[in-house]
């Protein structure tokens, strides 16, 4: 599939695999005679359609384009843009309920909704319009058949039906648009003015390229041709989970398994991974499945299902009898502890899938397999009232009995064999108040112990902090950096005044409870703090040496990457709790697209809600109440259904400057399904944020997108603080279940929610990608530039006596610096991480930014902030612990 792998590479990295972009073209003179427009002509064209959409051509992207023929030229253009248009939403139809949005918008919601009341429940054919009077006005239009009375409800503004707001043929004559729209080429919502060069002059624009003012342009590369394999090698070795969406490209991209890398380190990323590849290699089985979860990963992979095993897969497992003995076996080959342990902690799933193994059926040659299963579904050693029984006097039944006589730990109890796990045991020293059993069991498990660490810091007495330090300074060296760093911010985060919980499932319950902790003591907490950034530095200090390192304050407000197989596929790669300020635009316009499956109806609504400091509510803006206090937010338009390909839009406008004058701090957007249709249902959906619109939608505006995934129904993308100016990252998807899903109904909840992400993220003491990036810095170079929130540039050189971690304490902390320097020292820094790539970084540099707008990836390798933690990862070869399950990184 060229395109997908392309569009891949494209919405990725921003690399245009122009190889499979370019069509064949066999050049004739008939051709030319067709087509003189020279190429040339046709690069100056493409350029401005890039700059529209707010991209341009890199210099060798530049100059391949103009080593093509014309129609080559056309062919490449032609199918980039029809890529870049999908990923924008600009290839959909954005249109909303009202045409004229924001002007034409009821400013009575009420009326509105009576009058469409009335017309529904009391208009007749061939009668009057009961709303007007008005004689041969009344029409049925497609496909509802609703009678709709064409002086009523202007069909130059509306989109849809006026009575059912379901989207209508495009062809309907009541959609036609008005000799006076026709006129001025106002078709479908879209302004020629707004379009039009002309246009864009008159509404203020500035610039040649007709961008609005402040937009900012990225960069198109020629994508090298180790593109694919890299990608595809950066997402096989990323220490954390990846999303929905990075699996799916996953897919996409692992096209050889030569590419694999010699670790895969997160066992997700293996499932799907095997998945792709073992249908033609299944020699592949024993060497990316380990353990039995392993194998169980795979199997929901082949089911469609989650490889996070947090739901289980929509069908069944249907495989011949050779694939179930081929799993069968190597569940066989795995020790047997481990076997069973594994099977314990995926019970319910273990127990369905062995309905399709059958795994009684080869106990004579699989005996290992048999016993575990015996042990996970409790089986009668003898005749029961229910269910089947193992017969000790079967060939199967002498294999299972003869393999539990060579494991000592396996017991019979009430005729059935048991196993205490280590869950259990662990448990039950917390339980027995035997902190100090618990934290010997957990001593032959580094990750385990490090997740525990906060538990076991409080329940151990004061004299055994000692001894809590030594076991951490054992264990850090074969732990995930991911695992360390989530330590290290439950170690410095003193409790709250609430505790927020997000289960391992997709969909967030309101969790949350009274934070009754009592606060670690400071000389522990200092303690264990120490050693876990000692050992981060440790490992950064044995990365390459860099010359100088150049920093952007402003990556404080930037939380260290985490997992992310919850996560929304966004334009920018941001972890929950991180902040960033709210663009200086007067406007900001939130929109939701969405296209339902076919025979299915899907209702979505964009909400917003308004709250004041104390979080009282001010005030909504969603389908029931189109405009709040005017123009402060004013709704396109309630769509009840989204057929494809044209889909649904809906759109809401906030006016910022109008809502601090009501009062309002908070104001938090929500999508809901109206009628409780998973949004993993959809063909496609998004929602997202435009800085100050000058069109409908401008995909060169869009300051944030997520797709709408997952088995959730309601998701809240962000919340704006307006007093602060700052936009925080929630991406929480709640709980709603039911018919009538609405911010009325949800409002508390959704508050709830905001405002403990708020106390959470606002007063802990998390780990920051500031802090992930001074220990590189300060590990790896003497010579560290910053530049101050305030713009200024500050230098701290480490001293020859300075040991690493004085100096990353003072770098992290922003003591007073060495020297003041200029923005210059950005163009001699080997490695840069900054928030705004508007810095000109030297050939070869390593470049972290947020927004990398024009920096070339060909010229410099431009990391992200997964990246940042996975090089920290210590080699798997020297620390074998690291291939263990409990080791593996976790929300």
């Known amino acids: 599939m060229p395109d997908a792998l392309a569009a891949v590479l494209l919405r990725r990295k921003r690399l245009v695999d122009a190889a499979r972009l370019t069509p064949p073209v066999r050049r004739s003179a008939w051709h030319w005679l067709r087509h003189p427009m020279t190429t040339q ?36 253009g032609r199918t980039l843009l029809e890529l870049l248009d999908t990923e924008s939403g600009r290839k959909a139809d954005l249109v909303p309920l009202f045409r004229g949005f924001p002007e034409s918008v009821p400013g009575n919601t009420e009326t509105f909704y ?8 009391l208009q007749e054919a061939h009668q009057p319009c009961v709303l007007c009077g008005e004689l041969r006005t009344v029409h049925a239009v497609s ?6 009375c064409s002086s009523c409800w202007d069909g130059t503004d509306f989109s849809a039906c006026p009575i059912c707001l379901r989207p209508l043929d495009p062809h309907d004559p009541f959609l036609q648009p008005s000799r006076e729209d026709f006129d001025s080429g106002e078709l479908s919502g879209s302004r020629a003015s707004a379009t039009s060069s002309a246009g864009r002059a008159a509404a203020g624009l500035s610039g040649e390229d007709g961008r609005p003012p402040g937009v900012r342009l990225q960069l198109l590369a020629l994508a090298p041709a180790e593109a694919a394999r890299s990608t595809a090698v950066e997402l096989l070795s990323r220490r954390t989970p990846l999303s929905v969406v990075d699996r799916a490209d996953l897919g996409v991209l692992l096209i050889d398994p030569a590419w694999l890398p010699d670790d895969i380190p997160v066992r997700e990323t293996r499932a799907v991974a095997l998945a792709a590849l073992v249908t033609e290699h299944p020699e592949l089985l024993d060497v990316l499945a380990e353990t039995a979860t392993d194998v169980l990963r795979l199997l929901y992979v082949l089911m469609d299902g989650d490889p996070s095993l947090r739901t289980p897969p929509v069908r069944r497992l249907s495989a011949p009898r050779v694939t179930r003995r081929t799993i069968l076996a190597r569940l066989n080959r795995i020790p047997f502890e481990n076997l069973v342990e594994d099977l314990h902690r995926h019970p319910r799933a273990w127990k369905r899938i062995a309905e399709n193994l059958h795994p009684f059926e080869d106990a004579t040659a699989y005996p290992a397999t048999a016993l575990a299963f015996a042990i996970l579904r409790r089986t009668p050693l003898a005749p029961a009232s229910r269910g089947r029984w193992l017969d000790s006097g079967s060939a199967a039944g002498r294999a299972v009995f003869g393999e539990a006589v060579r494991h000592p730990q396996v017991r019979v109890e009430d005729g059935r064999f048991v196993w205490k796990t280590f869950a259990s045991r662990l448990e039950g020293a917390f339980a027995d108040a035997r902190p100090g059993h618990a934290l010997d069991l957990l001593r032959d498990r580094p990750g385990e112990l490090v997740r525990r660490l906060v538990h ?15 076991a951490l300074t054992t264990a850090v060296s074969d732990v995930s950096p991911v695992v360390l760093t989530a330590a290290l911010g439950q170690v410095r985060t003193p409790p709250g005044d609430l505790r927020l919980f997000f289960p391992r499932g997709g969909t967030t319950r309101l969790w949350t409870a009274v934070d009754e902790r009592e606060p670690l003591p400071a000389d522990l907490a200092a303690a ?15 990365l390459p040496g860099i010359r100088r390192a150049f920093l952007d304050e402003e990556l404080a407000q930037l939380v260290a990457p985490g997992s992310e197989r919850s996560s929304s596929s966004t334009l920018r790669r941001m972890t929950r709790g991180s902040v960033q300020p709210i663009p200086d635009d007067k406007v900001l316009r939130l929109f939701l697209h969405w296209v339902e499956p076919a025979g299915q109806r899907v209702d979505l609504d964009l909400a917003v809600a308004v709250f004041d400091d104390q979080w009282a509510f001010v005030g909504l803006c969603d389908p029931t109440r189109l405009r709040f206090d005017q123009d402060a937010m004013v709704h396109s338009g ?43 249902a959809l063909e496609r959906g998004f929602v997202g944020l435009l800085r100050d619109p000058v069109e409908l939608f401008d995909p060169a505006a869009v300051e944030e997108r997520y797709d709408l995934t997952g088995s959730a129904r309601t998701l809240l993308p962000f919340g704006m603080d307006l007093r602060r100016r700052e936009l925080r990252w929630y991406d929480v998807n709640l709980s709603a279940a039911g018919y009538g899903n609405s911010l009325v109904r949800n409002a508390g909840q959704v508050a709830l929610m905001a405002a403990t992400l708020e106390e959470v993220h606002g007063a802990g003491d998390r780990v920051s990608l500031w802090e992930v990036c001074c220990w590189h810095a300060a590990a790896r170079s003497t010579e560290v530039v910053v530049r101050c929130a305030d713009g200024s540039v500050v230098g701290y050189l480490r001293g020859e006596s300075e040991d690493v ?5 003072r770098l992290t902390a922003r003591l007073e610096p060495d020297r003041y320097w200029d923005l210059d020292a950005a163009t001699r820094a080997d490695f840069v991480a900054v928030i705004t790539g508007d810095i000109d970084p030297k050939s070869g540099a390593d470049v972290y930014a947020l927004h990398p707008h024009l920096l070339d990836p060909g010229s410099v390798h431009l990391i992200d902030a997964p990246h940042l933690l996975t090089s920290l990862t210590p080699d798997p070869r020297a620390h074998p612990a690291l291939t263990s399950p409990q080791n593996q990184p976790e929300p």
Request: charge should be positive.
């Open 41 to 76: 002509a046709g690069l100056v064209a493409l350029q401005g359609d890039l700059i529209q959409r707010g991209l341009l051509l890199s210099a060798s992207l530049y100059r391949y384009c103009a080593g093509l023929s014309p129609l080559a030229l056309t062919g490449f």
């Open 114 to 121: 009576v009058n469409r009341v009335f017309a529904r429940l």
């Open 143 to 148: 496909p509802c058949a609703h009678l709709v």
């Open 456 to 470: 076991l810091a409080r329940a151990l007495p004061a004299d055994a902090h000692g001894t809590l330090v030594d």
């Open 528 to 542: 264990l703090s120490g050693v876990l950034v000692g050992e981060m530095l440790r490992r950064a200090t044995g």
């Open 638 to 680: 309630n769509l009840t259904a989204a057929p494809g390909p044209r889909g649904a839009t809906e759109y809401v406008d906030l006016d910022l400057t109008a809502l601090r004058r009501v009062g309002a701090r908070y104001v938090l957007p929500v999508v809901f399904s109206f009628n409780g249709v998973p949004f993993n």
């Open 805 to 809: 971690a004085t100096f990353a304490r």
